[in-house]
């Protein structure tokens, strides 16, 4: 059983869609004051219909189809309104470039923007919303630490889950005794269908036969793995309820998925390898312009199975950051004029496409970190090891998903939840994951985000 809905997605997949097609009709409408007659409304929606394929593709990449946190509904009326002027000036050079349909419609995309902004506020802010049950499955959570408090408190801030917490256990100062009277209300009580538990918890094993007695006597009854739960929720792997067993049993090599990223990677490190030597001659120039320093530089990283590698990059600073900080624990260095930009755009890193191609780093994976960072990080935080069971990669899920990279210094905290990302990823990594990752680096590239 799983608590979080996948189905809701396709809901907003189809909910999209009639409102492209709505809106499309009263663009029509007010462009010529009247109902669009069927002929008309066909001539456009032909067009229009391969239109909506790529306007849902921005969408996707835009993060529309992804879950809505709080923190992401508070930004969705901005998301919205950049994706839709996105799609419009896509419609724009699709009318221009493909001039066969005779149709070349400047009023009706400008007043498309006007009608579909709306309306897609409206579909999801105020009619999606309400269109999930409003009866909220009951259960209780019986967890340690903070990761458990912290699945806790997202469930209790945010109506949108189509469950509660009725009760939470913290198994970490409740007596043995109120766990296992936890348990039993579960058992017992018909309003009360599901029970979330840390099965590497101790106190778990006491109430496991009141659990599969349940299991037999209720007509509705899950038992779902905390861990699990919280990875369907926050797309991260809680570092305080996983021990070794979790990370040894879940995190492993695949060797067909390795033979084809293999292959990929090569091919696509290569094509835009190659295209990207376009740019070369005017980095170099703009370099040498700034400070007159060297264009490139070369850092010793650390690769799969901590074999060391080494990267190639456009120099953006005033020097070569090799790890080694002052006791502040931060770099000395400064990024230059020209680096600024480099960042922003991510031209910095285009050099590193030959490192793909090497098979030193791969398009997606961990971050590649300096020895002296690993060397921390592989002492003070607990399973940051398992990264190197795959290649490094240019991007990859945690950053993607996290905002706070400590870039050019040490910090354990951010490091520890860049590590929880990392390890989803390597316990879901394959090919369709690899894509929806490129296809989001896409968004922050154009977003500058996290530069």
């Not at 419009?88 to 400047?106: D, H, Q, R, S, W």
């Not at 590497?200 to 006491?206: G, I, L, V």
């Amino acid at each position: 059983m799983t608590l979080v809905p996948k189905r809701e997605y396709a809901v907003l997949l189809v909910g999209d869609i009639v409102i492209f097609v709505l809106a499309l009709w009263l663009t029509l409408t007010l462009r010529y004051l009247s109902f669009p007659t069927p002929e008309l409304f066909r001539q456009h929606l032909v067009p229009f219909s391969l239109l909506f394929v790529v306007w849902v593709l921005v969408f996707f990449i835009a993060g529309l189809y992804g879950r809505h946190s709080r923190l992401f509904r508070r930004k969705l009326m901005g998301t919205i309104l950049y994706t839709q002027a996105v799609n419009i000036m896509i419609a724009a050079l699709f009318f221009f470039l493909i001039p066969a349909f005779g149709i070349a419609p400047k009023t009706q995309l400008l007043l498309y923007l006007v009608v579909s902004f709306p309306l897609i506020i409206v579909w999801r802010v105020y009619v999606f919303p309400r269109l999930r049950t409003l009866r909220r499955m009951k259960g209780v959570l019986i967890a340690a630490g903070a990761d458990g408090a912290a699945l806790a408190h997202e469930v209790a801030n945010d109506s949108r889950f189509p469950f509660s917490f009725d009760y939470v256990v913290d198994t970490a100062t409740a007596p043995s005794h109120e766990v296992i009277q936890q348990a039993c209300r579960v058992a017992e009580k018909d309003d009360v269908s599901f029970l979330v538990v840390d099965f590497f918890d101790q106190a778990t094993s006491a109430v496991l036969p009141i659990m599969y007695d349940a299991a037999f006597h209720k007509q509705r009854f899950a038992l779902v793995d905390v861990i699990d739960l919280y990875q369907e929720m926050f797309d991260r792997v809680p570092l305080s309820l996983i021990r070794y067993e979790w990370v040894l049993r879940h995190v492993s090599a695949g060797r067909m998925y390795d033979a084809v990223k293999r292959i990929f990677d090569t091919v696509v490190g290569l094509i835009m390898g190659v295209i990207s030597l376009i740019v070369y001659p005017f980095v170099a120039l703009a370099i040498r312009i700034d400070d007159g320093g060297e264009v490139f530089i070369t850092q010793e990283r650390v690769g799969r199975y901590q074999k060391p590698i080494h990267i190639i990059k456009f120099r953006t600073m005033s020097g070569n950051d090799n790890g080694v900080y002052d006791v502040t624990g931060k770099t000395t260095l400064k990024i230059t004029r020209v680096g600024k930009w480099l960042r922003i755009l991510r031209i910095d890193e285009l050099p590193q496409l030959w490192n793909v191609v090497s098979g030193e780093l791969s398009l997606v994976g961990p971050r590649p970190e300096l020895p002296a960072l690993a060397a921390q990080y592989s002492a003070r935080i607990p399973y940051y090891n398992a990264r190197y069971l795959v290649n490094p990669g240019l991007t990859g899920w945690a950053q993607i998903r996290h905002d706070r990279d400590p870039h050019h210094g040490a910090d354990i905290a951010e490091t520890k939840t860049k590590l929880s990302y990392d390890l989803y990823y390597l316990k879901r990594r394959s090919l369709l994951l690899d894509l929806f990752i490129m296809m989001q680096t896409v968004r922050i590239v154009f977003t500058a985000r996290g530069t």
